[in-house]
Each structure stands twice: as structure tokens, then as C-alpha cells.
């Protein structure tokens, strides 16, 4: 099994970054998705799920700026990131779980939000 998360980088407060994951080795569509992160010093953190049937679900501290979203045909989930903040910095992994509650982790990705 192999979750290839990318799309993290470096951007300017107010700015924007989409963040994808890749699945491979598991049925995807069986399996909710969901998006972490580890600030530096902090712990890990939920920032976004979604669910095999679009159900999604949101920290408050990203709500109304960032969006998930999965296809399914590609094995992709997506994260949409706006408005962001230097407290979105850290590490963002993604998460998946089967309806069996086995989970798999990706490698994470680095988002560095510069004030």
C-alpha cells in the first residue's frame, strides 16, 4: 500500500496550495480519506476527512477556508488550501481507512506559510 502525498511547497500568507494524494494497493472508494498535519513542536492534528460517500468534515481552524475533495477514478484526494495562515505551516499527511478500521499513512508533505 502506498499513499504518495505531494503538492506542498512554500507560499505567502493570503496565499493558496492544493495538495494531492495518491492511493495505490487498496480500494480506494472503500476507504475514507483524511488529511493531518504536524506543526512544528506540535502534535499531529485532523484538518479535513472525507468520507467514501463525500460526507467531509473540517477542523474549525480551516473551516471556510479549505476544501477536500476526492476522484475516485483516480485514487486522488485533494486538498484545497486558501486564505492560508503561518499557522497552517507543518507537515500534511493523508490518512486512509477502510470500513474495517485498518489505516495507512502517506510520507507527508511540507507546507511552509511565510508571514
Known amino acids: 500500500v502506498q499513499l504518495q502525498a505531494s503538492g506542498g511547497g512554500l507560499v505567502q500568507a493570503g496565499g493558496s496550495l492544493k495538495l494531492s494524494c495518491t492511493a495505490s494497493?487498496?480500494?480506494?472508494?472503500?476507504?475514507?480519506m483524511t488529511w493531518y498535519r504536524e506543526p512544528p513542536g506540535k502534535q499531529r492534528e485532523l484538518v479535513a476527512g472525507?468520507?467514501?460517500?463525500?460526507?467531509?468534515n473540517f477542523a474549525d481552524s480551516v473551516k471556510g477556508r479549505f476544501t477536500i475533495s476526492r476522484d475516485d477514478a483516480k485514487n486522488t484526494v485533494y486538498l484545497q488550501m486558501n486564505s492560508m495562515k503561518p499557522e497552517d505551516t507543518g507537515v500534511y499527511y493523508c490518512n486512509a481507512k477502510s470500513m474495517s478500521w485498518k489505516q495507512y499513512w502517506g510520507q507527508g508533505t511540507l507546507v511552509t506559510v511565510s508571514s
Open positions: 494497493g487498496i480500494i480506494f472508494s472503500s476507504h475514507s
Open positions: 472525507i468520507s467514501t460517500g463525500g460526507g467531509t
